[in-house]
């Protein structure tokens, strides 16, 4: 038995977590004195979210009672891998040691693994039956993808080593023609693979331990559980003797000293996330800034079709790290739980970056995903597997499509080139047309890499109110940009008089193409703006 918890994203403030903890010890022992004279076990739920001294507040609370066991809860909604594995590390060592220790809703057979490596002994997850419906197979050859055409004629078992029913009876290509029809039985027969495999990997676990050799097991199997298919890797297809060109009208794949790959513009030499990895600038500067997969929490008392869509405009597709950090982080969410619907309306006027990206999905994994293919071949994706995502594409010049767009923004992903290449988009001008484009009740907000004193005066003369954003690579700062951040659920540290004071000593207060006729009226409209009169100032967020 499970004492009844709270469980918030694991990204939620400190504040939220302190209460979400508090509310589940008292469930705790009010569960100990309804229990009675059961004999079945009762196991206690520590929370805390990111924050290890609220870990440590609820394990020494519910370690003082009488419970069976005890589960780590709150993870795998909304963290980094690496975080969600430290924390369970920091958790785990303060349960005691001759009682069970259950990871809530985790995870992958190297999810497990890692978690067994940090102390942890029970587990339960939706995912062997989950992934099982995508025609998703964990094998000793890496993770399978039995929709892929290399199984069509394959008479090989699944998994060589495997002593299943399913392994024994039925050919790869058998498996993959039921994928492919969409076949119930398809999944049936992955999904009984999946566990089987799991429990497998967890008596191989159990005796390693017994035989004190846990250690060498589990450098072995992590060689091989976070592959894909080993003997038939998913590469580009070459041409005589050369790969895919690097080259795509004016783009080329750049690739960092750091080992990642990255999209360059031939023609201004500028790279899409020169610093930092697409995908962990993306998540950072865009997911987590915004509180995303808080954002997709549903109000008290509505369902998912009741609550408002989630809408939010990519403005700047280029390789489509943004939105698929986005997808990722609806789809992690959305896998724990009903979420808000989500719309992510792109904007990009020439899509051979993408092409290119697509072309090359070992340098770009996160493009390993049915969304973007179907985004560039007909500009509109919906999720299979979580109907409430949906995706659409506008190509062409955004000020053009704009106003085509089928909804209204809560979050603006603004990420056009710099103002060297992109001089228009970031002219006071633009963030006018910007604000009338998006006027409407929503709390809107609009999150960008740069953190100019141009463009944030740019912004704050157009109307916005503007804060200070995360840093990012080697940016000390980005910006955010609100409408009625009255209204705004969250709350962030707006510019204060101090950036006013530095704005009004800069040598760079005007962007470069205002005219001189023009600067008297955007000085103005900056020093009256509500934000330095302390009408609308809010505290910094948390």
Same mark, same amino acid.
């Given at each position: ?23 589940? /010890? ?11 004279? %059961? ?13 290890? *001294? ?5 394990? *020494? ?64 997850? =939706? =995912? ?14 890496? =993770? ?86 080993? *003997? ?14 690097? #080259? ?45 997969? #808080? ?156 953190? %100019? ?14 804060? /200070? ?26 510019? *204060? ?46």
């Amino acid at each position: 038995m499970m004492v009844l918890d709270q469980c918030i994203p694991s990204t939620a403030d400190k504040a939220t977590a302190k209460l979400a903890l508090e509310i589940t /010890q008292r469930w705790a022992v009010r569960s100990l004195k309804t229990r009675g004279d %059961s004999l079945q076990s009762m196991f206690a739920i520590v929370q805390g979210a990111l924050f290890p *001294d609220l870990r440590k507040q609820s394990a *020494d609370g519910l370690t003082q009672l009488p419970f069976d066991g005890f589960a780590i809860g709150g993870l795998a909604v909304g963290e980094e891998k690496h975080e969600r594995e430290d924390m369970c590390e920091v958790a785990a060592a303060m349960l005691p040691s001759d009682r069970p220790r259950y990871l809530m809703g985790v995870g992958t057979p190297l999810d497990l693994l890692e978690a067994v490596h940090r102390g942890v002994d029970m587990f339960d997850c =939706i =995912i062997p039956n989950k992934v099982a419906q995508f025609g998703t197979a964990f094998t000793s050859r890496g =993770i399978l993808q039995l929709r892929r055409s290399v199984y069509k004629f394959s008479e090989d078992k699944l998994d060589p080593t495997c002593a299943c029913p399913v392994c024994q009876k039925y050919s790869r290509a058998y498996l993959h023609h039921l994928t492919k029809t969409q076949e119930p039985l398809g999944w049936t027969l992955l999904g009984q693979h999946n566990i089987f495999f799991y429990h497998q990997m967890m008596r191989e676990i159990r005796q390693s331990i017994l035989e004190d050799r846990f250690m060498a097991l589990y450098n072995d199997k992590r060689t091989y559980l976070q592959e894909e298919d080993i *003997d038939n890797p998913a590469v580009p297809p070459k041409i005589g003797k050369e790969r895919r060109p690097r #080259e795509l009208g004016d783009y080329m794949v750049h690739l960092a000293d750091a080992g990642f790959a990255s999209i360059k513009q031939i023609s201004s030499g500028e790279i899409m996330h020169s610093h930092t990895p697409p995908m962990e600038e993306a998540k950072s500067l865009y997911v987590d800034q915004a509180s995303l997969v #808080e954002r997709l929490q549903l109000p008290a008392g509505q369902t998912a079709d009741e609550a408002a869509e989630l809408v939010i405009w990519d403005i700047g597709l280029g390789a489509a790290a943004n939105a698929m950090a986005a997808v990722h982080a609806y789809e992690s969410a959305a896998a724990h739980g009903p979420v808000r619907r989500m719309k992510i309306v792109s904007f990009e006027n020439d899509l051979d970056s993408l092409r290119l990206a697509l072309s090359h999905k070992s340098k770009f994994p996160y493009l390993r995903h049915a969304g973007p293919d179907a985004l560039l071949e007909r500009k509109h994706w919906s999720s299979r597997a979580f109907p409430g995502l949906s995706w659409e594409l506008l190509e062409g010049n955004f000020w053009t499509e704009a106003i085509h767009a089928s909804a209204k923004p809560d979050l603006i992903f603004y990420d056009f080139f710099s103002h060297k290449t992109d001089t228009d988009c970031w002219h006071p001008d633009a963030f006018h047309r910007l604000l009338a484009l998006c006027r409407s009740p929503k709390a809107t907000a609009l999150f960008t890499y740069s953190a %100019s004193t141009a463009v944030r005066a740019s912004l704050l003369a157009a109307g916005f109110s503007v804060a /200070q954003g995360v840093a990012t690579g080697v940016k000390k700062e980005t910006t955010i940009a609100l409408i009625h951040p009255e209204l705004s659920p969250l709350r962030y540290a707006l510019l *204060d008089r101090d950036w006013l004071s530095k704005w009004e000593r800069s040598n760079a207060k005007f962007p470069l193409t205002l005219a001189e006729t023009e600067r008297t009226d955007f000085e103005q409209k900056i020093r009256q703006h509500t934000q330095f009169a302390g009408v609308t100032s809010l505290p910094p967020k948390g």
